[in-house]
């Protein structure tokens, strides 16, 4: 088994995020790791019809959508005072999760999941799920401590 050096941190900017990120600081601090925040900006579905067909629109809900994540991923990070990096790319979350891992050479990926089931799942799909079946290395996924899954 290989030592714990670097850990990205897949940041939606839920409250799950939130746990995910405190789990990260765990192993980090057991470790004596650096963490990687990383943020996935992807146009909502419902822009992006129009902006393709107005190129100036497009680039100006690309520019406040990064404008507020990296606002946002600040926010996460002041929160820890350790040695990190912050990158945000645009793209979509499963497939740069993925690239940033790579690029990082991270050795553990920590993300939080949304526990979706049934048929939301199959229509949403699940990044967390793509990362773990895709990933260069071990993926911890953490869900909410107040999500409970019910047997059918």
Known sequence: MN???KILVAIDF???SRIALDWAVFFADKFDARIILFHAFAMPD???EPAQRHRSLNKDIMSRGK???AIDLRVFADKYNENKITEITEGKPFIEIIK???NYDAD???MGTHGRT???SMLIGSVAEKVVRKAPCPVLTVKHPDFKFEMP
């Open 67 to 69: 404008e507020k994540a």
């Open 14 to 16: 839920s409250k799950n």
């Open 108 to 110: 553990l990926i920590v």
């Open 118 to 120: 049934g048929l939301t």
């Open 100 to 102: 940033a891992a790579r």
């Open 46 to 48: 419902v822009m992006k």
């Open 3 to 5: 030592e714990i050096r």
